[in-house]
């Protein structure tokens, strides 16, 4: 085993991040979960009573280059909330509750209290989202990653029943687009961003222009998770057309992704307000609105439509559970696609 740990491979730190894992998965099962983290597979029992027609939703993805301001910053406790709000607000655009959710950390060397930081908010995410953490796997790579650099990805699976599922099927000419507010820049766009800060000269301790926060405070706001509230807006009954994730493309590439041909969103610019980072970031790129709208979600991370006769109950609902909720347009004849008018 030392010639293992002489060629960087450390199975007893291995060992000790599982225990500290299980510790931290333990607060997001489920009833349905038949076997805790730490073998080699985990079980769900699908309860068929609330899903007599179950169809499996499944999504997968990282986090991206916010992982290199995270590990300069010396903050890994709440990337993992990232990681599980990209898969699980994706699965939810159809409908779909999220249910288990597994973890992917790949590393150089193991480094036991960063990567229980990271879990911990994979956890936090999962508890978020109200999917249980079943499992993951922390791959230890010498020669692969730079010394302390890691890499972060997750899966998550949900369930609809098939008569609920929100396909976009449903659009109409009128629907309004009723936007939840981000967190900030949420996970997409950085590679941009880490460019324009850099070319600026700010520091990660530097205040953010126009934010009353650090740098690093602004940047790494976790990506917001709308899962709670936007299954109590499905199960309320409240009529929904489609829904939109707004991740990497911004609204530009996301809302046409879930609209029929012959439909265009008319987003009204200037109906809800754009956190002062977006404003540094068009200002300091030189960019357009509509060329920023491509890249970051302006302060949008997720879309639903509907008809509009549903949008005030909708809104209500929605405020309750204590999303920022914004009528930012409308559903008109056109070719699939975008427009932003004044």
Not at 8 to 14: K, L, R, S, Y
Request: include cysteine; proline fraction near 4%; aromatic fraction near 6%.
């Amino acid at each position: 085993m030392d010639l293992y740990k002489q060629a960087g491979v450390d199975i007893d730190a291995g060992n000790e991040a599982a225990k500290r894992y299980a510790g931290l998965a333990k607060a997001t099962l489920r009833p349905e979960v038949l076997a805790a983290i730490g073998g080699f597979a985990s079980g769900f029992a699908l309860d068929l009573a609330r899903f007599p027609e179950p169809v499996l939703v499944s999504g997968t993805d990282g986090v991206g280059t916010k992982l290199k301001l995270a590990i300069a910053a010396g903050r890994h406790d709440t990337i993992g909330i990232d990681c599980v709000a990209m898969c699980v607000n994706d699965i939810l655009t159809v409908g779909a509750e999220p249910l288990f959710f597994l973890d992917y950390l790949a590393v150089g060397k193991l480094d036991v209290g960063v990567a229980e930081a990271v879990v911990s908010g994979v956890a936090e995410g999962c508890r978020q989202a109200g999917a249980a953490l079943v499992g993951g796997e922390t791959a230890e790579m010498p020669g692969m990653y730079a010394d302390g650099e890691y890499d972060l990805a997750g899966f998550a699976v949900g369930c609809v029943n098939r008569r609920d599922m929100v396909d976009g099927s449903a659009v109409r000419e009128g629907d309004v687009l009723l936007g939840l507010a981000s967190n900030g820049v949420h996970s997409n766009g950085y590679s941009l961003v880490r460019k324009l800060v850099a070319e600026h000269g700010l520091r990660l301790s530097d205040p953010f222009p126009g934010e009353g926060a650090s740098v690093a405070e602004v940047l790494l706001r976790p990506t917001r998770i709308y899962v709670k509230s936007v299954l109590r807006l499905l199960r309320e009954g409240v009529r929904v057309s489609a829904m939109a994730h707004i991740t990497g493309g911004g609204m530009v590439d996301n809302l046409p992704r879930v609209l029929p041909e012959g439909c265009e969103a008319q987003v009204r610019r200037g109906s809800w307000p754009m956190q002062p980072v977006f404003q540094w970031l068009i200002a300091a790129s030189g960019l357009s609105f509509e060329e920023a709208a491509r890249i970051w979600n302006l302060g949008i991370g997720y879309v639903v439509v509907l008809p509009e006769a549903e949008a005030a109950r909708a809104a209500e609902l929605l405020r309750a559970e204590g999303e920022a909720v914004y009528d930012i347009g409308r559903i008109a004849r056109g070719a699939r696609g975008v427009r932003f008018m004044e």
